[in-house]
């Protein structure tokens, strides 16, 4: 079955959107669900879709506000359907971990809203039909279980994507350790996008949702998914059309939906409308409600001098790993490297080789662990850098810094995730 059609879809030419603002998480959500028919939800069973996909505390900007989800669940509960929320997190974070950190367990136990970890079970494959990166999908079973299937991710800006919203977000149905191989395509031929953003585009032929509620109460401008500043926003944003409701929040977040591949991919393929002129957008003053978000840097190399950062085919979850490392240790770091050649580091698969003396981050960096030091991990989390680095294992453990980072970033637990022993 595909997730793709939505019964709250009346205009597809023309979609409305409905953002809220001005308020506080939960009466904004309502107010823009109060303008959507959820009559259809009636008597079907409904699967809301956070961004819980890392350890993150409310208000950090990475994790769904918990009283917009709480929002969610009455406003479809009172519509009649039987809600349930979902989540497969990135590889090295448990399900109910990432719930309970991001305040989401709180809200739904007092609801008797199920809370579902989507790696629990096997996945089932999908294909993809005229995928242009991919022929099929691991996905999680509920995605093709339940009835309805609501997006509602955080309004955050991302470093490979340039944006993360409710189409992206459904990458977090994908089953357990596949959602990383789709940073691990190769070039499509005759395209000159990302293989990322053209996989997360077929992904969207059969994995869009049905509903989008977008949270911008808290999101993230710079070096998102987890790894930049939290922006305060105040904003909802609401629509049956997942790119629709993705436009508007670009816009709103000072970008364009246009200068996003995987949109701008997704919508020519007619699987949803950016142009904000064919659109039906309530309240006509929608635009006082936004605030430019700082973009993602073009190069993390660019935002520490004299580490050089060889980045081929690498996944945000070493990204944010190896950031926060530099962000707070990477002075240090220089200490261990020579003052004329400074810090060379590699992070992601598609390095077929890499220079001497270089610091192979990530078990995607294996094969060339002789030629530098080599920190294992899928990812590692960043205090093992300084401790690979500086040969002293006590530096970093009693620091709270670092642990309250990792924690943030929902980096890998100190032990090897289960799921990086799995495949
Ligand atoms: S080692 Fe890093 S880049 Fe490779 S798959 Fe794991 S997290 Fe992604």
Known sequence: MRRTDSPFLHSPNRPSVYVAGGDGPYANTCAALAQVDLLPARGKRVLLKPNAGRVAPPGAGITTDP???????????????????????????????????????????????????????????????????????????????YDLVVSVPVMKMHMHTGVTLSVKNMKGCLWRRSKVELHMLPPVKGRDEKPIDIAISDMSAVLRPHFSIIDGTVGMEGLGPSAGQAKRLGVIVVSADAFAADAVACSLMGTQAEDIPHLRIGAARGYGVIDLDRMAITPDSWQDLGSAFAPPPENLSLEFPNINILDSNSCSACQSTLFLFLRHYGNRLLDYFPSDTGARIAIGKGHEEVPKGTLCVGNCTAAHRGQGIFIPGCPPVSSQILTAVSGKPSVDSKDGHVVTSDTVVGGAPEETPEETKEE
């Open 67 to 145: 009283q917009v989800l709480a929002a969610a669940i009455d406003a479809f509960s009172k519509a009649g359907a039987d809600v349930a929320v979902g989540e497969s997190p990135i590889v090295g974070v448990r399900t109910q971990e990432a719930f309970d950190a991001s305040g989401i367990t709180s809200i739904a136990r007092k609801r008797n809203c199920p809370m579902i970890d989507m790696d629990a079970r096997r996945f089932v494959k999908v294909p993809v039909p005229d995928g242009l990166a991919i022929d099929f999908l691991k996905v999680c079973p509920e995605v093709l279980e």
